[in-house]
């Protein structure tokens, strides 16, 4: 009998574990994986945590229905009968079928491309935790459940930094679904065997239910103490979400940049329920307080939505922000966490809180909110949360007492915070002529003065903090190539003095405010192609390069890559790359396979022109790397800014198959300089991470 208690001890730890694993492996690696085809933006992972954290609390709500009114011996019937369902929706490798064929908001179609391909498996991983663990009391009484709990934290937390240090760089995107998809099979053999384990021993017991107490259902706890949990748990929910948006807009939507801080979130859930001395009220009130400094100070310096300090310091800061936001609340959750026959409400009500967190940040703000606040509204709302706990703690010092002008001065404090974001933003709204926001992100047409008074008036389009082109509005200057395509630059240099043609094919990946629709001359074609409906909407409506042009323009909605596979041949003269300038770059355009599907477009003696220009990122090795694999002559170009003609330091890189096509002699010159360090990227292996820029 020992040795099966042993042995059976031993399963359920093992299974416990490894679903922990799956379930934080499973979450980055789908999201990346379906990340090129939605635009490569930073709300495809916020909605795919939006997913799976409403799953999570299906899970919890179907452990606890099948721990309370199925009897115990149909339990690992009803369970075993839904994992063999699951194991016949393997391997969980996305269809392509799934790619939208279109633009618009492709929210929906990603939330059903997840339910489809990993949602029944996740549901039941998800379950895993409360459902095993109540198991284990029934099979083993007298032991206590609590270190399956720990176990199953760090199989969380090990599969979450994993991923990114050791399962994305060692395996190609589709190994990592088929080999996910291996040990979830392991995982459900692991969890029937635990069902049969409790099977007989219900059998032996002729128990009729896994509540070990035998005792009528508990009370449901007062519904105030129910209102807080939920509020504690949604609150760092909503900062988790908010942070990782902010940063990945301002960097790169990266796997790295998703785990870190949803491992911050994990350590402190796992810190605060571990015990209490981890979670101190006074330190972690004044760290809070440092805290909010910092990120009130970074966020200044940006354009309300974004910062311009180093990446490396918005990352330390946001970080910082967002786990000391997750143990004030969780720590305050551990405090409060009731009674044994009460615990399962509890996570019940924990889970739905965290799923409202996300439903916040990935539904409600980018509807609702007409700029990205979502940090800010975290910070006001975690301050909050700290009054609420002072008032509705019977042991707080301020609760005993009562003094008016402690509580005068905190809710002082917490408006003067709330007055401070609100003044922030508006000030980042002045100047403004219409902001639109979307799946894609928060887009600005804001008019400023012209950088020389002469020249008076500018028209530019901001996507984050990011200037997707500008326009004079001087109606002699108005079709002056402005921002990064001034004539000195690489593309102005091409464009006006190659290709002597009577008609030229140009296309362009990024349609900004259209500048480049100004180099076309009579009888060429200009074809954009813009996934973002809103930039389409605002270029023509507030600039007039589109129909200003000389030429044909075309504007074809919809992600590039996805556009051009679907394409005949279009022989292109020239098609250019301007996707990389924005902080958040769509990597899925700058793989082996994108750039075969971009000369399948050139004609041969055509030119591949790429814009690189970025805070960040360092692109030229990608660029260095493509130009190997496939022959190409290459040229780059850096132009300096001119304040006369409203132009900016632009960097460009052009390719061709035909070296004879570079040969413009301010391009020739320059020629392909400072590119000898090459990444060989493609769909199935790729990392950001190795063009970051330091200290930038």
């Given at each position: 009998m020992a040795k099966r208690n042993f042995a059976s001890g031993i399963l359920f730890a093992a299974t416990i574990f490894l679903s922990a694993w799956l379930i934080f492996q499973v979450q980055p690696l789908i999201a990346k994986y379906v990340l090129p085809w939605f635009g490569g933006t930073p709300a495809v992972w916020t909605i795919c945590l939006l997913f799976f954290?409403?799953?999570?609390?299906?899970?919890?709500?179907?452990?606890?229905?099948?721990?309370?009114?199925?009897?115990?011996?149909?339990?690992?019937?009803?369970?075993?009968?839904?994992?063999?369902?699951?194991?016949?929706?393997?391997?969980?490798?996305?269809?392509?079928g799934w790619k939208p064929n279109a633009g618009g908001d492709?929210?929906?179609?990603?939330?059903?491309?997840?339910?489809?391909?990993?949602?029944?498996?996740?549901?039941?991983?998800?379950?895993?935790?409360?459902?095993?663990?109540?198991?284990?009391?029934?099979?083993?009484?007298?032991?206590?459940?609590?270190?399956?709990?720990a176990l199953s934290n760090l199989g969380s937390l090990l599969g979450l930094i994993s991923y990114p240090f050791w399962?994305?760089?060692?395996?190609?995107?589709?190994?990592?679904?088929?080999?996910?998809?291996?040990?979830?099979?392991?995982?459900?053999?692991?969890?029937?065997?635990?069902?049969?384990?409790?099977?007989?021993?219900?059998?032996?017991?002729?128990?009729?239910?896994?509540?070990?107490?035998?005792?009528?259902?508990?009370?449901?706890?007062?519904?105030?103490?129910?209102?807080?949990?939920?509020?504690?748990?949604?609150?760092?929910?909503?900062?988790?979400?908010?942070?990782?948006?902010?940063?990945?807009?301002?960097?790169?939507?990266?796997?790295?940049?998703?785990v870190l801080p949803l491992s911050l979130y994990l350590l402190s859930f796992i810190l605060c329920f571990q015990g209490p001395r981890w979670y101190s009220r006074r330190w972690w009130w004044l760290a809070w307080v440092l805290v909010?400094?910092?990120?009130?100070?970074v966020l200044a310096r940006g354009l309300g939505v974004v910062s311009s300090d180093p990446v490396v310091i918005q990352v330390l800061v946001f970080s910082a922000l967002l786990f000391c936001c997750a143990m004030i609340c969780h720590g305050e959750l551990s405090r409060s966490k009731p009674a044994p026959a009460d615990l399962t409400t509890f996570y019940l009500t924990l889970a739905a809180g965290g799923a409202a967190g996300g439903i916040f940040v990935g539904l409600i703000a980018p509807r609702l909110l007409v700029i990205n606040v979502e940090v800010a509204v975290a910070m006001v709302a975690c301050t909050m949360a700290i009054l609420i706990v002072l008032y509705s703690d019977p042991s707080s010092p301020l609760v005993q007492g009562r003094p008016r002008w402690v509580w005068a001065c905190l809710l002082s404090a917490v408006a003067a915070l709330t007055a401070t974001q609100v003044m922030q933003f508006q000030r980042t709204l002045a100047g403004v002529q219409e902001v639109h926001r979307n799946f894609f992100g928060v887009l600005q047409v804001k008019l400023r003065p012209a950088a020389l008074p002469e020249n008076?008036?500018?028209?530019?389009?901001?996507?984050?903090?990011?200037?997707?082109?500008?326009?004079?509005?001087?109606?002699?200057?108005?079709?002056?190539?402005?921002?990064?395509?001034?004539?000195?630059?690489?593309?102005?240099?091409?464009?006006?003095?190659?290709?002597?043609?009577?008609?030229?094919?140009?296309?362009?990946?990024?349609?900004?405010?259209?500048?480049?629709?100004?180099?076309a001359r009579p009888n060429d074609v200009v074809r954009f192609y813009e996934i973002n409906p809103a930039v389409i909407d605002l270029a023509q409506r507030f600039f007039d390069y589109l129909p200003a042009s000389r030429g044909k323009v075309e504007v074809v909605e919809g992600d590039a890559r996805i556009l051009l596979e679907q394409e005949p041949d279009q022989k292109f003269d020239v098609l250019v790359l301007d996707a990389f300038s924005s902080d958040s770059i769509p990597v899925h355009l700058l793989t082996h396979e994108a750039f075969a599907e971009y000369l399948r477009h050139l004609q041969p003696g055509g030119v591949l022109a790429v814009?690189?220009?970025?805070?960040?990122?360092?692109?030229?090795?990608?660029?260095?790397?493509?130009?190997?694999?496939?022959?190409?002559?290459?040229?780059?170009?850096?132009?300096?800014?001119?304040?006369?003609t409203e132009t900016r330091p632009a960097d460009w890189v052009l390719l061709s198959r035909l070296p004879k096509a570079l040969e413009i002699p301010s391009i020739a010159q320059a020629g392909s300089r400072s590119l000898d360090r090459k990444l060989y990227w493609s769909d199935q292996r790729n990392s950001v991470f190795q063009t970051l820029r330091p200290w930038r």
């Open positions: 954290q409403s799953s999570l609390f299906f899970g919890y709500a179907y452990a606890m229905l099948t721990t309370r009114h199925v009897a115990a011996r149909w339990q690992p019937v009803l369970h075993v009968a839904l994992l063999a369902a699951a194991v016949g929706t393997l391997p969980i490798t996305p269809d392509a492709p929210t929906w179609r990603i939330i059903l491309l997840l339910a489809f391909s990993v949602g029944l498996p996740y549901f039941l991983l998800s379950a895993t935790g409360p459902l095993l663990q109540a198991w284990h009391a029934c099979v083993r009484p007298h032991v206590s459940p609590y270190p399956l709990y399962f994305d760089p060692a395996f190609a995107a589709n190994d990592q679904t088929r080999i996910w998809s291996w040990a979830f099979l392991v995982f459900a053999t692991g969890c029937s065997l635990c069902g049969l384990v409790v099977w007989r021993t219900a059998a032996e017991r002729s128990v009729g239910t896994v509540d070990l107490s035998h005792r009528p259902l508990p009370a449901r706890p007062a519904w105030r103490r129910m209102a807080l949990w939920f509020y504690l748990a949604m609150v760092p929910s909503v900062m988790l979400l908010a942070t990782t948006n902010l940063v990945c807009t301002d960097v790169a939507v990266a796997p790295f940049l998703w909010v400094a910092a990120a009130v100070h008076g008036l500018v028209c530019q389009l901001i996507h984050g903090r990011t200037m997707h082109g500008l326009q004079l509005i001087d109606a002699e200057k108005r079709q002056w190539p402005t921002s990064y395509y001034g004539e000195q630059s690489a593309i102005g240099l091409l464009l006006r003095n190659q290709f002597s043609a009577s008609s030229r094919r140009i296309g362009v990946v990024g349609l900004g405010v259209g500048t480049l629709a100004t180099y814009h690189i220009s970025n805070v960040h990122l360092d692109l030229r090795p990608v660029i260095a790397g493509h130009s190997d694999r496939f022959g190409l002559a290459m040229a780059r170009l850096e132009s300096a800014a001119d304040k006369a």
